[in-house]
């Protein structure tokens, strides 16, 4: 689509490397993602029709502008029919496919092999030197989801094809982001780590 070519490819271009950023300057990021969506999938009708009649043909009442006239419509719905993810879930996505890969393919092997799985529960990952960088991220996240990818399959096994994790792991964060009002964002709609 239109806004997958014009801007979720430019905010997933090395969004693994740059997504673990502050909320806050990720947070300016989802505003503007937000911008986007709503220019490009809004109801163009309603934005418009506030400024069809002329101020003076109104009554006064009707010429002073409230607060009602700058309400900006919700993108939450926008977001659910057209299933994009939010640059918090394209992260999430984002690392953990790469990790699934990394583990999968077993390449490169200096990010493997900077990588334990756990004897007591083969799909959970352990880093070696937790920082706050992709490798230790991308392994908290992928402890968190690798449930949704994959099952209880042992990690080390030939285990789904790279095609449907991609599809589980889409499904999943798109249900969650749709998850409690229908309207408003909450943090329960992201993913953390």
Aim: hydrophobic share 40%; glycine share 4%; charged share 25%.
């Amino acid at each position: 689509s239109l806004y997958q070519t014009l801007f979720e490819s430019h905010l997933r271009y090395g969004i693994s490397v740059w997504g673990g950023i502050g909320n806050a300057k990720l947070e300016k990021l989802f505003v503007l993602q937000k911008r986007c969506v709503r220019m490009m999938f809004g109801d163009y009708e309603k934005f418009t029709d506030k400024f069809k009649t002329c101020a003076r043909t109104r009554p006064y009442e009707a010429q002073v502008l409230g607060p009602s006239f700058f309400e900006k419509e919700h993108t939450k719905p926008l977001f659910t029919k057209h299933k994009f993810l939010t640059v918090h879930n394209l992260y999430a996505y984002h690392c953990t496919l790469e990790m699934y890969k990394i583990i999968k393919l077993r390449t490169p092997i200096g990010i493997y092999s900077s990588v334990d799985i756990s004897k007591r529960k083969p799909t959970l990952l352990i880093a070696r030197n937790p920082t706050k960088f992709f490798m230790c991220k991308a392994v908290q996240l992928w402890n968190k989801l690798s449930k949704e990818i994959i099952g209880d399959a042992a990690v080390d096994l030939d285990f789904s094809a790279v095609g449907a994790a991609k599809s589980n792991l889409m499904k999943f964060l798109l249900q969650n982001q749709a998850k409690e009002d229908v309207d408003l964002w909450s943090s329960n709609n992201y993913t953390h780590i």
